[in-house]
């Protein structure tokens, strides 16, 4: 069993703080043909310069950027090498220095964090973070091929050239170890889809039920599909700085701090360790796992966790100072790709002890107010609506997540997701019973950008400073 040295475990340090000000996105949809890529870019980008209340002219602002973070999945979808500079350029940041971040699904919150270090280290003082995916130019099942070759070829693909058939074998592997009920599942489907119906950028919201989802085809035994998000078009942003120039741009900035943690892409040979203990657990915790895993030829993190979360989590988790998430979180945003890895990630970041993840979503906690007592949830999850609601234009995935989390701290929910001409803007037509997700008074919110079957991971906390 591999445990961690010292080494492996010491928590980083920044040279200075990092905050968020701002963010921007376009609405998500399967195609959007009327737009090219750069337009969409350029579509997040100024609605952050533009809508986010910071002090100065856009303009202005713009020419406070020094540094830019491009994340983007796959060059396939668009055909395009190195399609940042094209973007970089679009946007009028020539001659400054981008990167290009592709770390799979965990792409935007990859290049959240690389931004954050730019601006940490003071390379930069402020750092435009832009990501995109553009799903649309190829069919469905070709970018599903495209999709699942970020997998292990040698391992992951002979199961199916489909992420979906992937997380089926730990979705199965995850309800026998824990016994549990599909229903569970299902209800996750049903909430954050329902919560995404009060998003304008949202791809697909609907009002489903429980029985629904569980009636519907089965996409890879026995995941269903309601259980899986959709491939997604669209752009999201977000400008990082350092203290200073923070406090001069918003009177309501954001901290940040972001870790990561990998995994090797073989999912099912991945070699068992020591679990790592969140501040808020003990080894007595988990004396009984050990005894149940070893009955049921189990190991951590096997085919029920996800390593890589654990492992960033740890690490923000130190950064950030938070002793016991459930209680020092006020939301969260996990990377729901699936049903069954929303639930997963319950116990790899400590809202819940591993093995008792289903209890999570069925206390009511993870919900904005708790259907069964009325008050406020604990720590609700994906009021954005997530990726079964919501999107997954891979690249924007983890910048938007944030953005989500920022827009909750600063008290902006109604702002970004209530204004009519929002809805307008994209063609929609506001609900008439929309209803605000405003999280009363959050002060800390995390958000999880997340790849493959967990083989990158990137936990950003996100903390209120004024």
């Not at 604990?378 to 997540?401: D, F, R, Y």
Request: glycine share 10%; net charge negative.
């Amino acid at each position: 069993m591999i445990e961690f040295k010292a080494g492996n475990l010491r928590v980083p340090k920044w040279t200075r703080p990092v905050y968020m000000v701002a963010a921007g996105t376009t609405d998500y949809r399967k195609r959007y043909p009327e737009k090219k890529l750069e337009e969409l870019c350029m579509m997040a980008f100024r609605m952050l310069l533009e809508e986010n209340d910071l002090r100065m002219d856009p303009l202005e602002v713009k020419g406070l950027i020094n540094f830019a973070s491009y994340g983007e999945f796959a060059d396939h979808f668009q055909d395009q090498l190195l399609c940042e500079a094209k973007v970089h350029d679009y946007l009028g940041l020539d001659l400054l220095p981008n990167v290009g971040v592709k770390t799979g699904g965990a792409t935007g919150g990859s290049a959240l964090l690389v931004g954050a270090q730019a601006v940490a280290s003071g390379y930069a003082d402020c750092a435009l973070v832009l990501g995109w995916e553009r799903m649309d130019e190829v069919k469905t099942w070709t970018g599903n091929y495209y999709i699942s070759t970020a997998a292990c070829k040698e391992f992951e693909t002979r199961l199916a050239r489909n992420y979906a058939s992937y997380y089926a074998p730990m979705a199965r592997r995850f309800q026998d170890m824990y016994d549990v009920d599909e229903r569970v599942r299902a209800e996750i489907a049903v909430k954050n889809r329902g919560y995404a119906l009060c998003s304008p950028y949202s791809q697909q919201p609907g009002r489903h039920t429980i029985e629904e989802v569980l009636e519907g085809n089965i996409v890879s035994d026995p995941l269903r599909f309601l259980e899986c998000c959709a491939m997604s078009v669209g752009s999201a942003a977000a400008l990082l700085c350092s203290e200073e120039l923070a406090h001069k741009l918003s009177d309501k900035p954001v901290r940040l701090f972001a870790a990561g943690g990998s995994h090797t892409l073989r999912t099912g040979d991945r070699r068992p360790m020591k679990i790592l203990l969140l501040p808020n657990e003990s080894e007595d915790d988990y004396r009984q796992l050990y005894a149940d895993m070893k009955e049921q030829d189990g190991r951590w993190p096997g085919f029920e966790s996800f390593g890589a979360t654990r492992f960033a989590a740890y690490m923000a988790y130190h950064m950030a100072g938070i002793k016991d998430p459930v209680e020092d979180l006020d939301l969260i945003e996990t990377h729901d790709a699936f049903t069954i890895s929303d639930l997963q990630t319950y116990g790899d970041v400590g809202l819940t002890l591993y093995g008792r993840e289903q209890d999570y979503v069925t206390s009511g906690e993870c919900y904005l107010d708790n259907p069964h007592t009325g008050r406020p949830g604990k720590c609700p999850a994906n009021l954005s609506g997530g990726l079964l609601g919501t999107m997954h234009a891979v690249g924007a995935t983890g910048i938007l997540q944030a953005g989500e989390v920022l827009w909750q701290l600063q008290g902006k929910y109604d702002k970004f997701h209530g204004d009519t001409k929002l809805w307008d803007r994209f063609g929609k037509t506001k609900p008439a019973d929309w209803q605000s997700l405003q999280v009363k008074d959050p002060r800390r919110g995390m958000a999880i950008s997340h790849a493959g079957v967990g083989s990158h991971v990137v936990c950003t906390v996100l903390e209120k400073s004024w």
